[in-house]
């Protein structure tokens, strides 16, 4: 597994060969020791895998609070996304910056999204699914959210945003003086 950086702190892709032979593919999906310079000694806690079907729906953009921020690894199983993870650290050189990966099963790809980092996606292929990894356990007291066309971010999706969840409708606009979080 290659893990490499990018320019927000902690937002990094991890490359991953697929054991290609002419039975098929076979793919390590997670390794806590190959991945230890960017996963130090957190557990993964959860689970989960969406799938979306209309092309050009959104889901997110998500975080959670501390003290339950979370890290997560983000990979798509099928069809293909935009994988996006915005810095919300307070003090961050890259405050409000995005970073903008396409994971696709082939490309074998996986974001990770650092705590303090919101994470959101469009799906460019219908019915694609994803599998997030991740190190806090959901608290929806927790739950924090940006809308997707939140001026400050400036996100430059790939598509016409097609469908979106009530609640990610009605993120509120970050405040003038909104500073991020301390994680
Ligand atoms: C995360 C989570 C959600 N839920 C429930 C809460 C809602 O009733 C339902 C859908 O949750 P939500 O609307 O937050 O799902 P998405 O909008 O698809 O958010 C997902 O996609 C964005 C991009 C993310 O980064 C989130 O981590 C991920 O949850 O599942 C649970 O029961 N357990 C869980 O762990």
Redesign the pocket.
Known sequence: MNIHSTALRGVAIVATQPFADRRGAFSRFFCKDELAAIIGNRDIV?I?H?R?SMVGA??????QLPPHA?M?L?RCIRGRVWDVAVDLRAGSPTFLHWHAEELTPDNARMLV?PEGC????QVLEAESE?L?L?TA??T?AA?GGLRHDEPRLGIAWPLPVADL?A??RHHPPLNADYSGMTV
Do not use: C, M, W
Request: a neutral charge.
């Open positions: 959860q989960n969406s979306t959104v889901r997110g953009l998500h975080y979370e997560k983000v999204i919101a994470h959101g996606f994803l997030y991740h356990y959901y929806p739950e969840s609640r990610d």
